[in-house]
């Protein structure tokens, strides 16, 4: 069994000025034909989800959002797969730096000349841990509706758990490298922290790390780099515009393969940055008890105008891989039996999705789950949340804190344990029929 997902980064919605709009409205038209081709081509497996490795937006804002998830349900439409199989980290660019208080920068800059200590002493406080992620507040809502949290104590952006044989999964771990970006970001200078560092270490669950800077913009770098070369398989980050792969022997028994991505909508084009992505195939080696990593890396042709194999960026020892995966041999070995056979690969997988805080699991949730947490954080606004929650009854009559971005969450999670996934989705319904006709009448 394996899973394809397409790997964007840099898409940069909003950083159009001028005629560049309608060059990049062209390119992202080009991207949707390219993976219907590219789908068809690849029958009878299917592309699964979304990765994307930061700077969906340019300025950070609610508008920028909007126009990515529209295009975004345009190209899981293309894929045919759920328009929640969508994973996102943030990058620089999805921050708000108009967001970004006098007080705001001031901690900022005690966190870049401090280090992690400052950082620390900041998150223990409340109002201190508000400005700081002030920054992200509309990538948060967007990330919210993919179920990809930032973790608002220092910690990560969101984690996925796939299936690619019974005891053989790989978890898709985001980190937030924009934790610490201000408004002039400089290498070396940025901090993940040890609450993001310290990456979980599970028998039968490799790594997969999305991240958007690589780590040498960390003032951690050296510490995250040995919990990434040793409890990860695949590094995948953005940032820098420009396409690359490598595959390094850690130690015995243990690979790692780092794939630095291209733009998928530079801010311009020209003979050293253009317009690039990947399909990613992730899948189980059974002779070697190993994780299977083949990328097909994509780019645009100037001559044809549109998406063609990328053949000359990537080294191609890099592009299709066994990696050695310690965490896969020291679980026991999977065994063929009822609804699995190691010789089928053309069955989707099963993504599982997690809760914030970890409290609902795929048992405890409607099949509908994922399209509802969907539309609840991204498609509708503050009051129309607020009112669908008090409609439902999930708000307690004794409630007595603020609603916050996290509290939406926890009475959002609260009502789908208590059953109210249906009287959600029904709700959600008359108010799409109701922007519908409205939209009609208009």
Known sequence: MSVILIHLSDIHFGQEKGTLFYVHEDVRERLLDDVAVFSAAIAPKRISGVMVTGDIAYSGTEEEYRQAGKWLDRLTIAIGCERSDVQVVPGNHDIDRGQISSAGAYLLKEVEEAGETKLNVFLRDENDRELLYKRFHAYSEFSEAYNCPLDK???GAGDRLIELAPGRHIRIVGLNTALACS???????????????VLPRTSGEELVVLAHHPLKWMADAAEAAQYVRSRARVLVTGHEHNPSARVE????????????AGATVPP???????????????????AEDALAVTIHPRCW???????????????????????????????????????FALAEADEA??????????????????????????????????AERLRLLVEVGAIPDNWDKPLSHGNERILFDRAIRDGKAHMMRNRLDELNKKDEDGGANG
């Open 153 to 155: 104590n220092g910690g």
């Open 349 to 382: 997988p099963v993504i599982l999705q997690e809760a914030s805080d970890g409290t609902i699991g795929m048992g405890d949730i409607p099949a509908e789950y994922s399209d509802i947490i969907l539309r609840f954080f991204r498609d509708l606004t503050a």
């Open 268 to 286: 311009w084009s020209d003979e050293d940055y253009t317009y690039t992505f990947n399909f990613i195939e992730f899948g189980w080696n059974e």
């Open 301 to 339: 042709s100037n001559e044809r105008m549109e998406f063609e194999e990328d053949a000359t960026r990537l080294d191609p020892d890099a592009t299709s891989v066994v990696l050695a995966s310690p965490r896969f041999r020291e679980a026991p070995k999977p065994v063929a039996g009822e609804g």
């Open 249 to 260: 022997k850690v130690f015995e028994g243990a690979d790692l393969l780092t794939i630095e």
């Open 183 to 197: 408004k002039n970001d400089v290498e070396g200078k940025l901090l993940l922290g040890e609450r993001q560092r």
